[in-house]
C-alpha cells in the first residue's frame, strides 16, 4: 500500500498568514481525495477550497487525523448533495495491534491496559470476523462527536471525563482478512453510516481473547464510487492552473447515480423549475428521483407528490 504524501503544514500556513485576499469564485463538482495522514478533514478542506479558489466547499464524511484514503470534497451545488454520501455505507482497510489498550482506541492515545496475546491463527481470525459480520451492536467511543448534554464526547474525553453511552445498531456488510502476523491483524470491512472502526477493531480483539488499538486506517470507498480514482494533495498543489484542477472533478450527479433518472420536457423542465408538480403517466415507486431536462442537463432531486406526480425536492443553481 502506498502512503500518502503528508501536507505541506507551511503552505497552510503561509495561506492563513497572507494579507493578500483570494478571489473566490463559483464552483460545482466533487473532488475525490486521497485525504493525507496528519491532518484534519477540516484543515484539508479549507486548504484544497483556497487551492480552487472556491466560493463554497464542504465534506462528506470526516476521517480522523491519524486516517487517509477516501475524503469526497463537495464544491458549490454539489453540496447540497453531500448527505447522500454521508448516509452511504464506506469501505475501510485497517491494521490492529493486538495486546494493548489505548485511551483513544488508535495509536495517538495512550496504552492504558495490556493484556497477553493468544495464539493466532487463520481459522480463529476467520471466526473472530464472521462473529462480527451482519447486523451488531456498537458502544460509540468516547473519543466520538456524538453529543452529551451540550458537549462532545471527545470534549468530555479531554477531560477525563467518561460517561455512559447505549449501543447502536451498525451493519457490517462484509469482514475479510488481509493477512496477520503474531501481534497484530490486517482487515478490510464495508460497514454502514455510524460505523466506527476503532470500536469495531476493540471488538474483534476481544473475540481473539486480547486487546487491541488502530494503528493503521485508510478509507477506500464511499458508495456509489467503490472503485474511487482518488486525487492526491500534491497533484492538486503541482497543478499550474485552475482549468486543471477543474478537469479533477467530478459532476455532481456522478453521487446519486443509485437514484432512478426522471427526464422532463422543455415545457416541464421549466414548470418543475419553478416549484410546479408534473404529473406523469408511469407510476413513480421510488422515494427519489434525478431529474433533468430535455438536454440532459442535471436540474437536481425530485420526490413523487402522489405515485403519479412529481414535484421538485432539491433543486441546483444553473450556471451561466
Known sequence: ????????????????????????????????????????????????????????????????????????????????????????????????????RTSTGDKEGEVIETQAIPPLSESLLTDALSALTGDILQTPPMVSALHHNGKRLYELAREGIEVPRAPRPVTILSLEMIGFDDHSFHAKVTCS????????????????????????LRRTAIYPFMTPTM????????????????????????????????????DESARVLHGQRIRVETELTEPLYRLYDHNQQFLGVGAPNTPFSIGAKRIIQRRE
Open 1 to 100: 500500500m502506498m502512503s500518502a504524501k503528508p501536507i505541506s503544514i507551511r503552505v497552510i500556513m503561509r495561506e492563513k498568514q497572507t494579507k493578500n485576499k483570494i478571489v473566490r469564485r463559483p464552483l460545482d463538482g466533487i473532488l475525490l481525495l486521497d485525504k493525507p495522514m496528519d491532518v484534519t478533514s477540516n484543515r484539508i478542506l479549507q486548504h484544497v477550497r483556497r487551492l480552487f479558489q472556491a466560493e463554497k466547499a464542504g465534506h462528506s464524511g470526516t476521517l480522523d487525523p491519524m486516517a487517509t484514503g477516501l475524503l469526497p470534497i463537495a464544491f458549490g451545488e454539489a453540496t447540497k448533495f453531500s448527505s447522500q454520501l454521508l448516509d452511504s455505507h464506506k469501505s475501510y482497510e485497517f491494521i490492529c495491534a493486538l495486546g494493548e
Open 193 to 216: 453510516k455510524g460505523t466506527y472502526v476503532r470500536v469495531l477493531a476493540e471488538d474483534i480483539a476481544a473475540k481473539l481473547g486480547t486487546l487491541g488499538h488502530l494503528t493503521m
Open 231 to 266: 486525487v492526491t494533495l500534491e497533484t492538486l498543489e503541482t497543478a499550474d492552473s485552475l482549468e486543471a484542477l477543474d478537469r479533477l472533478l467530478l459532476p455532481i450527479d456522478s453521487a446519486l447515480i443509485d437514484l432512478p433518472k426522471w427526464e422532463f420536457t422543455e
